[in-house]
């Protein structure tokens, strides 16, 4: 019975969230193409878009640090002397609490709304990044940016955004997570060499002062003044719809998505696609320095990563939104295996286009699992219970970065170099499109009857 009542709230709920938004939704951001000038202006007002722009920015300060740590690894082995596992173990341990608090933060959204977590990880953000200029022991950088940090980072950044952007635009969820999610290419193209240019000019401590300010600047008080939560339309009630033999329209739960092979499946896919990508992208600074390149001119090749994976947020949702995601994420993923060859061929020749090479297919590859990932769990497990329901798969998304982070880190340590930890990645590339096709979001997925 009390399943049953869960099922009969769920699809209430989805019923809500599923009725159209006169203005808000997507059809306020096609009005940008209209002739008229007050409808440029109503659309460029528009809440939805308001909160579109927030998001972005948002976005890229809080995953611009993320990807910043990648020089932060430099700096702290050379001021520390400490082996590249425990530094990449601090990231790691950051990746996997941005994961695990995932399903706690579903949670939060659901009770408070999106714009309050933000809000408050945009506080808790600042105030770890501040304290992390006093970090003098591995301890204290496990806790402070492990820990602290991480949890700042979930909170401000990508499972609730997902849902907030989710709730305003319902029918085209990859197209509008692309254009928000490109803020962390932006992120990545802005804040990596100017976080290297502070490293350079006045120490990582400070570059971490700085980042702090502009985190406070902007992330808090934005949210606040220009973010609003979607509502539900007026008039919803409190009784479920009724389908074919009047009978509750089923939505899924927590309780039953864990009981469907997919979701385990579509899980693992997402690990296998994260333990490439953030093996790749956690240790390329510190693989190219070893290769010979300067540690600011690996800082501006990560800075080209993002400018590759801004065309690749925008342009893999809206194809998978035309196309289907399956397609999408195996063309994404083909470029990420490319790019473990083109890496291999930079460190070789560090002199020649090779580097640019592998920062533009990395870039524009990685890119696919901003948009796509949200999109597929949508499209599998789309409903009321979606904020709680991702919040878990983005737990498996999370343990992938962090063991190819921490992974990688360990092959260096026990053999001295990173040619065991490449073949690695490109292995996991392949895999996660392959099993995309066996997990099929393109065909219905519909929530079991109720028992």
Known sequence: MRVVEEEREAAAEESALARPRAGRAWGAWGAISGPSHLK????????????????????????????AYSVFLVAFLREFGWSRSVVAGAFSMLVVIHGVSGPLLGWLVERFGPRAVIASGGALLAASLMLGAHISAVWHLYVVIGGLAALGVSAAGWVPSVVLIRSWFPTRVGTALGISSAGIGVGIFALVPFTQLLIDWYGWRWALRVLAVMVAVWIVPATLLLVRNARPAAGATAVAPLGEGNTPRRSWTVRTA??????WTVGFVFFAGSVSTQMLLVHQVAYLVDHGVPALVGATLVGLVGIASIVGKTGWGTMSDRVGREPTYTLAFLCVAASVGALALAGAYPGTLMPYVYAILIGGGYAVTAPLTPAIASD????????????????????????????????FDVTGSYAYALPIAAGFALLAPALLWVVAPRRPNPAPQPA
């Open 40 to 67: 440029l202006k109503s659309a460029i007002s528009a809440p939805s878009h308001r909160v579109v722009a927030a998001t972005f920015v948002t976005l890229g300060l809080s995953y611009g640090f993320w990807y």
């Open 258 to 263: 864990l009981r469907s092979w997919r979701f």
């Open 380 to 411: 599998l497990f789309g409903g009321p219970r979606f904020p709680r329901i991702f919040g878990l798969l983005h737990f498996t998304n999370s343990l992938g970065g962090a063991f190819g982070a921490w992974v990688a880190g360990w092959i």
